[in-house]
């Protein structure tokens, strides 16, 4: 029986390519509210450690609540991203961190209603959050509020300053 020739090695170019790793990023992050409802303000700093670049913002409205300000900053925040990255997201609220890791999936599958079948409250930016979640790879991580974490106090005072201008004041 004849031994079957070796296969020819594939030409260089049609080797499968390697992926890069995702870029990593800190994204801090917190919301304002003078009022509940009330004008309130958002602000976060998104951080690449490896190139040292930095980038803050902050935006307000007129009338709103606290926790559509936690989750705003969080959506402005991750809509700067120009590619998926590992996120290793901080934030003072305990409402955010628990949305997105541990309830949404339970308020999908409910159809955006609670356990106690009420319908979820701020579901708009939620399903803006989910799609995002969807392109990240976002890491948890809760801050106690004003309490002398760099970046948190220094979010707090973007969010004051935006609620404040929206505000008029």
């Known amino acids: 029986m004849a031994k079957a020739s070796p296969k020819p090695a594939a030409p260089e170019s049609a080797a499968t390519p390697v992926s890069e790793p995702l870029p990593r990023v800190e994204l801090y992050t917190d919301g304002a509210c ?18 040292q670049n930095e980038r803050e913002a902050s935006g307000g409205e007129k009338a709103t609540t606290n926790n559509r300000m936690e989750l705003t900053a969080v959506i402005r925040g991750l809509e700067a991203l120009t590619r998926p990255s590992v ?36 579901q708009d930016l939620w399903e803006r959050l989910d799609e995002l979640k969807g392109e990240h790879e976002i890491r948890f991580h809760w801050v106690r509020g004003h ?18 201008a929206a505000a008029g004041k």
């Open 34 to 51: 003078s009022g509940n409802p009330g004008p309130g303000g958002w602000g976060y700093i998104l951080r690449h450690r490896v190139s």
């Open 87 to 122: 996120v290793e997201l901080y934030s003072d609220s305990q409402y955010v961190l628990k949305g997105l890791g541990e309830w949404m999936e339970g308020w999908k599958r409910r159809g955006w209603k609670t356990a106690g079948k009420k319908p979820v409250k701020n």
């Open 147 to 164: 309490n002398e974490h760099p970046e948190n106090e220094r979010c707090d005072r973007l969010a004051v300053q935006a609620r404040d």
